[in-house]
């Protein structure tokens, strides 16, 4: 059973850097697709950054581009976001979710997703 568990949020002040992990368990995840997705209070889930299955492309939201980098070790079958440049509106919890079934929708939809982790918290603020 493929499980996820993230790690790395935090406090961190504006123009700040944070590493998220995403731990990966119960089968190598080289075909499925993981993505990091956000959610603040009062706002819908939002994709932030999408690693595509089987060495496949990258993919990130408009306002984290050249600030924020996904990749993966295959040695750690974890997931990395790293964040730098971090701005008030990047608060949210961020999870990381995963599929292995193409299924033609948006990487930026939830619904294309099998899996989730629980969640890390991470606040930006001085």
């Known amino acids: 059973q493929v499980q996820l568990v993230e790690s790395g949020g935090g406090l961190v002040q504006p123009g700040g850097s944070l590493r998220l992990g995403c731990v990966f368990s119960?089968?190598?995840?080289?075909?499925?697709?993981i993505t990091w997705f956000r959610q603040a209070p009062g706002k819908e889930r939002e994709g932030v950054a999408c690693?595509?299955?089987?060495?496949?492309?990258?993919y990130y939201r408009d306002s984290v581009k050249g600030r924020f980098t996904i990749s993966r070790d295959k040695s750690k079958n974890t997931v990395y976001l790293q964040m730098i440049g971090l701005r008030p509106e990047d608060t949210a919890v961020y999870y990381c979710?995963?599929?292995?079934?193409?299924?033609?929708?948006?990487?930026?939809?939830?619904?294309?997703?099998?899996?989730w982790g629980q969640g890390t918290q991470v606040t930006v603020s001085s």
């Open positions: 690693s595509a299955r089987r060495d496949g492309p990258t």
């Open positions: 979710a995963a599929t292995n079934i193409p299924r033609g929708s948006s990487w930026r939809s939830p619904q294309s997703y099998d899996y």
């Open positions: 119960g089968v190598a995840m080289e075909s499925y697709t």
